[in-house]
């Protein structure tokens, strides 16, 4: 039997937060969810996450934040598996992409994404 997944959520929207936690309510994935920069670093620091799903900017952001956050996590944090960068802009997408993401996808797409990145 394979171990538990867990994976850490970076959204501020509760539709999608709730959205993707339905669809992936299983025994094979553990979510954690971070509505802030604060929040995700905190987890970040708390737990070994398999997988990050990262929205591209956060609805608090005075500035896409999360451009910051992404360098913290690579290169001070050293986590090295993969992170989707996850928005309905490609243009965010793509830019998250340069900046270190492994992957991205819509909103839309983000289980089916998830479940690629993780056992294919």
């Given at each position: 039997?394979?171990?538990?997944k867990k994976v850490l959520i970076v959204e501020d929207d509760?539709?999608?937060?709730?959205?993707?936690?339905?669809?992936?309510?299983?025994?094979?994935?553990?979510?954690?969810?971070?509505?802030?920069?604060?929040?995700a670093e905190s987890l970040l620091k708390k737990y070994r996450?398999?997988?990050?799903?990262?929205?591209?900017?956060?609805?608090?952001?005075?500035?896409?934040?999360?451009?910051?956050?992404?360098?913290?996590?690579?290169?001070?944090?050293?986590?090295?598996?993969?992170?989707?960068?996850?928005?309905?802009?490609?243009?965010?997408?793509?830019?998250?992409?340069?900046?270190?993401?492994?992957?991205?996808?819509?909103?839309?797409?983000?289980?089916?994404?998830?479940?690629?990145?993780?056992?294919?």
């Amino acid at each position: 039997m394979s171990k538990q997944k867990k994976v850490l959520i970076v959204e501020d929207d509760v539709f999608w937060t709730e959205k993707w936690r339905k669809g992936l309510n299983n025994n094979k994935v553990s979510i954690e969810v971070a509505d802030s920069i604060e929040k995700a670093e905190s987890l970040l620091k708390k737990y070994r996450f398999d997988a990050i799903i990262m929205d591209c900017s956060l609805k608090n952001d005075k500035e896409i934040m999360t451009f910051s956050l992404l360098n913290k996590v690579r290169s001070v944090i050293n986590y090295r598996g993969p992170i989707i960068a996850s928005s309905s802009s490609s243009t965010y997408r793509k830019e998250m992409m340069k900046r270190g993401c492994s992957h991205e996808t819509s909103k839309s797409g983000v289980i089916l994404k998830l479940a690629e990145v993780l056992y294919f």
